[in-house]
């Protein structure tokens, strides 16, 4: 039987890290910037020492292949490559480390959104191997329920994330924050069998994940576009290949995640940079109240619709 390590104790040392020094500095540059900075070098560095000093953190032997896949913003080739090496539970966690590495460190909506459907596969496996005869099912199911709790505090980073960096849009829009919520319908859906001290402290650590992160996060025009019928997909198998225009798909995580040989080029404009920060900051105060509503929203859905 195995195990995974440190799950349960993940977000409560990260409270107890990132209060100090992280926090102080991600203050002092708290919009969305492609600027290099001291300030920024240093919140990434702390950002990744808060993940590469959990005991037992490993990351995937493969990892420069993901590194290259991602920076390419190579979906096909990433997910070629999980499908090649991540096999068990252990590649799991390890290829989890590594997208849990990956967004701490600023990653964008799309890895945000990888990361949870990882913990959501990694608790589906921890609960599949509870129902085996020899197998320790108080210790698994124990497991996978804090996996779960996991997914769901970053899945409500990843809409707090696309709320406030939506907001740097010359037209702001709701359309990639609704795409995303009903795409993460499995891991918000936790939310019904949390006590409401588990929902608070989720909610607290998906707020200060999006505050302290906010430095490190890229600008995203995708998070601009008002729907997929505003969408071009530009054809990147040949050179110059044209432009052709999408049709509407019902798949709302299209409107987020890039298919494989295609690139989203969304029609989309930011707000002057000066404006950025002040755009951004009514939202992120708004952030605990919008996200306790949202879950209470779902908590009661979720008991509507029945048993997970």
């Not at 005869?133 to 409500?156: I, N, Y």
């Not at 989720?202 to 490190?216: D, G, N, Q």
Request: charge should be neutral.
């Amino acid at each position: 039987m195995f195990l995974l390590s440190s799950i349960p104790d993940m977000y409560r040392k990260f409270f107890m890290l990132l209060i100090g020094a992280p926090l102080a500095v991600a203050a002092q540059v708290p919009a969305p910037s492609t600027d290099a900075s001291p300030e920024r070098d240093a919140l990434r560095r702390a950002m990744a020492k808060l993940v590469t000093d959990e005991p037992g953190f490993t990351m995937p032997a493969y990892r420069e292949e993901l590194d290259s896949a991602y920076s390419r913003r190579d979906s096909a080739g990433y997910a070629a490559l999980v499908a090649r090496h991540v096999t068990t539970l252990q590649a799991q966690q390890a290829q989890a480390n590594w997208e849990r590495y990956t967004v701490y460190a600023g990653g964008g909506a799309w890895i945000r959104y990888v990361y949870v459907e990882r913990l959501g596969s990694m608790a589906a496996v921890l609960e599949r191997s509870a129902q085996q005869p020899s197998a320790d099912a108080k210790a698994l199911l124990g497991q996978a329920r804090e996996v779960r709790k996991l997914a769901f505090a970053h899945a409500l980073y990843a809409l707090a994330a696309v709320k406030v960096d939506g907001r740097i849009c010359l037209e702001p829009v709701d359309a990639p924050y609704e795409a995303l919520k009903a795409n993460l319908g499995r891991a918000l859906d936790v939310a019904a069998v949390l006590s409401e001290p588990e929902r608070e402290g989720l909610i607290e650590y998906a707020v200060t994940l999006e505050k302290s992160l906010a430095p490190l996060r890229e600008p995203d025009k995708r998070l601009c576009m008002r729907g997929r019928q505003t969408l071009t997909l530009r054809d990147e198998s040949g050179p110059g290949a044209p432009a052709r225009t999408a049709p509407p798909a019902p798949d709302p995580a299209r409107d987020l995640i890039e298919a494989p040989r295609f690139t989203l080029d969304p029609m989309g404009a930011f707000k002057p940079r000066e404006q950025w920060t002040t755009a951004t900051a009514p939202t992120r105060q708004t952030l605990p109240r919008l996200l306790t509503d949202e879950v209470r929203t779902l908590a009661a859905a979720s008991r509507e619709q029945g048993p997970l």
